[in-house]
């Protein structure tokens, strides 16, 4: 008598694998592990968006808050599709576009030290957009570390176009902070910062270097 193979045992048995199964399994161990710590990192800094939100006065910084969140909210929606099937997600990747200009101001201008909040009261903008630009600091270098260990290459290059959004969404952030004197950027003296531009100089470059 012939032996069924092993679709009928698992139509038989009741257990046949879903479609989408064996896609699911071209992930690492260690992959699984970080995609995890990414994508709880994204919710945390959404869930977090929402409660700033209630508490930002500037209309700019509420601005920025928003579009941020919605643009996060699309990133992760990406994120969970391709880690969950392996493959391209619906939506592909997109690139966060900021609403400030990229003029910083340099310089330092005395001001209050700074103490901790005593009170949900002490919460202030400047505060808020400091969480704000923490958060997607901290991002922008979990994604890049955690990039370099995915071995599926769909789930490796989201998580790795995802690195330079959070990077603008971090430089949108300091601008407003830098226009508003909440980060100032100190500079050096221009015979030190001369000295140090012309630490380096170039070389040839050997062989073919077209790709």
Known sequence: MQKPNQNQNQQMGGTQ???????????????????????????????????????????????????????????????????????????????YKMAQNND?????????????????????????????LGQTKSLATLLAMTALEMTNPVLRRVIADSVPNFIEMSYETFLYQNKHGYYQVPQLQQQDMNQMLQSYTTVPVQGNTTH
């Open 104 to 132: 910083a101001v340099y310089g330092l201008k005395p001001g209050q030290p700074k103490k901790p909040n005593q009170s949900v009261n002490d919460l202030s903008d400047q505060g808020l957009s400091a969480y704000m």
């Open 17 to 95: 694998m879903p479609p989408n199964m064996m896609q699911n399994k071209n992930h690492g161990g260690h992959e699984m592990f970080d995609a995890h710590e990414v994508i709880a990192g994204i919710i945390s800094m959404l869930d977090q968006y929402q409660m700033y939100e209630q508490h930002i006065q500037n209309p700019e910084l509420k601005d920025i808050a928003q579009r941020q969140s919605a643009f996060v909210t699309q990133m992760y929606n990406t994120i969970v599709q391709s880690f969950q099937t392996g493959q391209d997600p619906t939506q592909s990747t997109q690139q």
